[in-house]
């Protein structure tokens, strides 16, 4: 069981210790002012590093900072979409509890503690410089942040920016800091579609735009260490990198990630470091994105807010085990935004259960590919799943509604030229688990991403989603594209007959 206490005032967070009744009290001990430095990568699976094995690509920077520190080898994210999996790092919970459900059309509330809110007003100051207008302070994810640099590169304001200019603001920053303890978040996002390698890593990893894209992005994120070292020594320093998802490369019929639950997109990288975190240590237990709070608040001689889903990875620096045996996980992709069912798992060390309208079970320790769905073999060990998945989402699940904020039209523009394909559904939808299984769809997923990243001639890919639609004719995610490569076609008055 986790230890709460009592918020008589925020300062509380941070007690080292607790008075039993009669006892005299003193006052609290100061916190301890460690830096604090996030690292978030949008899209790197951690196969693809090479301090997780990966040969055939060179990112020095985060292999020594794994060297320098913890590497856990089975961290998984809570939902396989950028927002909410942020959202998860920043307040410890699941996605059912802090309500981002989607990229897009959902924000975080000011009802919840963030790292920054706790750190901010304990007299941190607080920086945080993101790559993509997906991570928009609009979005909420700014809170605590006396700094949130979002601003996409001029005059046409792009989606995106490179890591190197992400890098470059953030390390302005840090030369400007003097005194007091900082918690610098720094998020870059070139791994994510569309993968497009700046020289020389185009040259290096031609046909593997993907690697190049992660192989870049270690470049300036070394540069970036090394301005912190400068700045803060390694003992007053922790460092954390994570990725938000991983990425599918046509896996199980998926070409990018949202759409289901598998180890190609829950899986995630995760490196810690710095004061109380042991030199190459490499952790097996499974670890999550909402244990990244209580861990950090821990090793900074802090304690976790009682509402809090995560646990502090700490013991397991010692050998010990850690309450992190079952990970919840969802995806609502489908429902919002494609007219399927949503999807929602639970996956520990050994099993992953799905519930889906066609129900799904992997023995992770035999399969770790997820090739074989053993459900027929293994019921008990499904309803145990399935029971604790009731328990995760909470009563009333299945008639749970969710209904997306409306997006203008800019923000829209935005979101999809990230590759976010979906239609972004602003009606409210009832999550009952039945409908339309993703895994009958593969096909239109194919033919999506043909449509949109093949590079094929315009006419084809327009023939591409015209397919699709008359495989799917209720999907608005097709609609919303096909009407899109009409106007790009100049084809518009085609757009009156959809």
Aim: hydrophobic content about 35%; some cysteine.
């Amino acid at each position: 069981m986790k230890r709460g206490f009592a918020v008589a005032s925020l300062a509380a967070l941070l007690v080292l210790g607790s008075c039993r009744p009669g006892e005299k009290t003193s006052a609290p001990p100061p916190p301890r002012r460690l830096n604090l430095v996030l690292v978030t990568i949008d899209t790197p699976r951690p196969d693809r590093l090479g301090c997780y094995g990966y040969s055939s690509i060179e990112t020095p920077n985060l292999d020594r900072l794994a060297q320098r520190g913890a590497l856990f080898e089975n961290a998984v994210c809570q939902a396989p979409l950028t927002a909410p999996s942020h959202a998860s790092m920043m307040t410890g919970l699941n996605p059912t509890a802090h309500k981002v459900r989607d990229t897009g059309g959902f924000v975080l509330s000011g009802s919840h503690t963030t790292l920054a809110k706790i750190l901010q007003q304990q007299g941190w100051d607080t920086a945080a410089f993101v790559g993509a207008s997906v991570l928009k302070k609009r979005f909420g994810l700014d809170q605590g942040f006396a700094v949130y640099d979002d601003a996409m590169p001029k005059p046409a304001e792009d989606s995106e920016r490179r890591a190197g200019e992400v890098v470059d603001r953030a390390v302005a920053w840090l030369g400007s800091q003097s005194g007091k303890p900082f918690f610098l978040w720094v998020h870059v996002f070139d791994p994510h579609l569309p993968y497009d390698p700046p020289s020389p890593f185009r040259e290096k990893y031609k046909g593997r735009p993907y690697d190049g894209e992660v192989a870049y992005t270690d470049q300036p994120l070394g540069r970036l260490l090394e301005s912190v070292a400068k700045k803060s020594p390694q003992e007053n320093t922790l460092i954390a990198v994570l990725s938000d998802h991983g990425e599918s490369f046509s896996g199980h019929g998926e070409y990018a990630h949202g759409v289901f639950l598998y180890d190609t997109t829950l899986r995630i990288a995760f490196l810690l470091a710095g004061p109380g975190v042991p030199p190459a240590l490499r952790v097996k237990q499974q670890a999550r994105t909402i244990d990244l709070l209580p861990t950090i608040l821990e090793l900074m001689g802090g304690k976790t807010p009682p509402e809090v889903q995560g646990a502090s990875l700490r013991p397991a620096f010692a050998g010990k085990g850690v309450p992190t045996a079952d990970s919840y996980a969802e995806t609502l992709f489908s429902k919002l935004n494609m007219g399927w069912t949503e999807l929602r798992g639970i996956r520990t060390s050994r099993w992953k259960y799905i519930r889906a309208p066609k129900p799904e079970l992997y023995d992770l320790a035999q399969d770790p590919a997820e090739t074989s769905n053993v459900i027929a073999q293994h019921p008990a060990e499904a309803q145990q799943l399935e029971a604790k998945l009731k328990s995760a989402i909470g009563a009333g699940a299945d008639t749970e509604k969710v209904e997306p904020a409306a997006m203008d039209a800019r923000t829209m523009k935005q979101l999809r030229s990230l590759g976010y394909l979906g239609g972004s559904s602003q009606g409210k939808q009832t999550l009952t688990g039945k409908g339309i299984d993703p895994k009958d769809r593969v096909e239109i997923l194919k033919l999506l991403h043909t449509a949109m990243y093949s590079g094929l001639p315009l006419a084809q890919r327009i023939a591409a989603l015209r397919q699709a639609v008359a495989q799917d004719p209720t999907n608005p995610t097709l609609y919303n594209n096909l009407g899109n490569l009409y106007l790009e076609a100049g084809r518009s008055g085609e757009l009156m007959k959809l």
